[in-house]
């Protein structure tokens, strides 16, 4: 079993930071690509930022400048650290990561539940 667990939302003022967490636990071999996605009410999944096991990394152009996701690959986290938030950025927010787990080896995408950030004043 392989379970990613998100924390980290919460209520902001416009301007104001959050940091995100997420952490994979279970029977992981390893993982590949981890993610932030999000999703506000009333509109579709989006990417927000991934960033692979090279440690490259990718964002939404929404958040380019403001955003920042990094990893802890010992301890299978990963973060996004959020600054200058505006209301547009409410949403739910959603951890990913693609993972082989072991015994037996099976290749999957998992998602967290999910933890809401609010931006408002």
């Known amino acids: 079993q392989v379970q990613l667990v998100e924390s980290g939302g919460g209520l902001v003022q416009p301007g104001g930071s959050l940091r995100l967490s997420c952490v994979a636990s279970g029977s992981i071999f390893s993982i590949n690509a981890m993610g932030w996605y999000r999703q506000a009410p009333g509109k579709q999944r989006e990417l927000v930022a991934d960033?692979?096991?090279?440690?490259?990394?990718n964002y939404a152009d929404s958040v380019k400048g403001r955003f920042a996701i990094s990893r802890d690959y010992a301890k299978y986290t990963v973060y996004l650290q959020m600054n200058s938030l505006k209301p547009e950025d409410t949403a739910v927010y959603y951890c990913?990561?693609?993972?082989?787990?072991?015994?037996?080896?099976?290749?999957?995408?998992?998602w967290g539940q999910g933890t809401q950030v609010t931006v408002s004043s």
């Open positions: 960033i692979t096991s090279g440690g490259s990394t």
């Open positions: 990913n990561a693609d993972i082989t787990r072991r015994s037996p080896y099976y290749r999957a995408d998992y």
